[in-house]
């Protein structure tokens, strides 16, 4: 408990401070990766790794719809 400091009254910050970290930016940077067709694009070039994980796991739950509507299926034939 001794490495805690606790800053009582602490002064605020200056707005040049604030305004460097508010990064909105960076936000719509990554919205844009990964929901438009231009982001998948470079996905596709830049990282494949990530994009492999996500074809597996669409197929594999393309899968687990398939199988599961079979399975309900045949149970209703004789």
């Given at each position: 408990?001794?490495?805690?400091?606790?800053?009582?009254?602490?002064?605020?910050?200056?707005?040049?401070?604030?305004?460097?970290?508010?990064?909105?930016?960076?936000?719509?940077?990554?919205?844009?990766?990964?929901?438009?067709?231009?982001?998948?694009?470079?996905?596709?070039?830049?990282?494949?790794?990530?994009?492999?994980?996500?074809?597996?796991?669409?197929?594999?739950?393309?899968?687990?719809?398939i199988f599961d509507d079979a399975e309900a299926a045949s149970m209703l034939l004789p």
């Amino acid at each position: 408990m001794t490495g805690i400091k606790i800053k009582i009254d602490q002064a605020e910050p200056s707005h040049e401070v604030i305004r460097k970290y508010k990064n909105f930016n960076s936000l719509m940077e990554g919205y844009k990766k990964y929901y438009t067709t231009r982001g998948i694009r470079d996905m596709l070039y830049k990282d494949r790794k990530r994009l492999v994980y996500i074809i597996i796991l669409l197929l594999f739950l393309l899968l687990l719809l398939i199988f599961d509507d079979a399975e309900a299926a045949s149970m209703l034939l004789p």
